[in-house]
T-cell receptor, first 114, second 115 residues
Framework: QQQVKQSPQSLIVQKGGISIINCAYE??????FPWYQQFPGKGPALLIA?????SEKKEGRFTISFNKSAKQFSLHIMDSQPGDSATYFC?????????????FGQGTELSVKP | KAGVTQTPRYLIKTRGQQVTLSCSPI?????VSWYQQTPGQGLQFLFE???????NKGNFPGRFSGRQFSNSRSEMNVSTLELGDSALYLC????FGTGTTYEQYFGPGTRLTVT
């Protein structure tokens, strides 16, 4: 019940295209859903996050769509660029004192071809 | 504002030895969480410290331990190292209070190799 399942494992997109990564969770106690971007040799960097009271959040070219009833959320990268090539992780954490415990998906390796 | 810093960045140890890793959170952040990242298991939560107290713990053996100091800096220790402990150990800090959730910011990690 603590798992977060992420797909696809890898993704190849042409420059200018839309990259879509999906995640699903089971634990209804989760109430915070961030996405992280990680480049080789670096720590994960927070990209964007959402809470279950909204269905969509957009920051620049990055959008999170959230479906509370389906317990699914996804990251859309619009106008994908070669510089977006990295590994992306979705995550979830619970409310109150569980907030410091992020449960991560397995990651998606994104490659954007020029 | 300086980010999360971790020392050392790279470490090579022998099976059976012990190791201590250090993390300095972003100024003003009181919560420090530790994660282990491996190609096979991905990112796994180890533990979280808030105000010098362990607030959450993951499913790791007792060989993995940590502590937090009054200035919010944190250390984690792994005793009796095993080959499978080779991983990138990541520290993340947050402004967490009680009953709220804030963003976690990660450091660059410590790459531990056990031979």
């Amino acid at each position: 019940q603590q798992q977060v399942k992420q797909s696809p494992q890898s993704l190849i997109v042409q420059k200018g295209g839309i990259s879509i990564i999906n995640c699903a969770y089971e634990n209804t106690a989760f109430d915070y859903f961030p996405w992280y971007q990680q480049f080789p040799g670096k720590g994960p960097a927070l990209l964007i996050a959402i809470r279950p009271d909204v269905s969509e959040k957009k920051e620049g070219r990055f959008t999170i769509s959230f479906n509370k009833s389906a317990k699914q959320f996804s990251l859309h990268i619009m106008d994908s660029q070669p510089g977006d090539s990295a590994t992306y992780f979705c995550a979830a954490s619970g409310r109150n004192n569980q907030g410091g415990k992020l449960i991560f998906g397995q990651g998606t390796e994104l490659s954007v071809k020029p | 504002k300086a980010g999360v810093t971790q020392t050392p960045r790279y470490l090579i140890k022998t099976r059976g030895q012990q190791v201590t890793l250090s993390c300095s959170p972003i100024s003003g952040h009181r919560s420090v969480s530790w994660y282990q990242q491996t190609p096979g298991q991905g990112l796994q939560f180890l533990f979280e410290y808030f105000s010098e107290t362990q607030r959450n713990k993951g499913n790791f053996p007792g060989r993995f331990s940590g502590r937090q100091f009054s200035n919010s800096r944190s250390e984690m220790n792994v005793s009796t190292l095993e080959l499978g402990d080779s991983a990138l150990y990541l520290c993340a800090s947050s402004r967490f209070g009680t009953g709220t959730t804030y963003e976690q910011y990660f450091g660059p990690g410590t790459r531990l190799t056990v031979t």
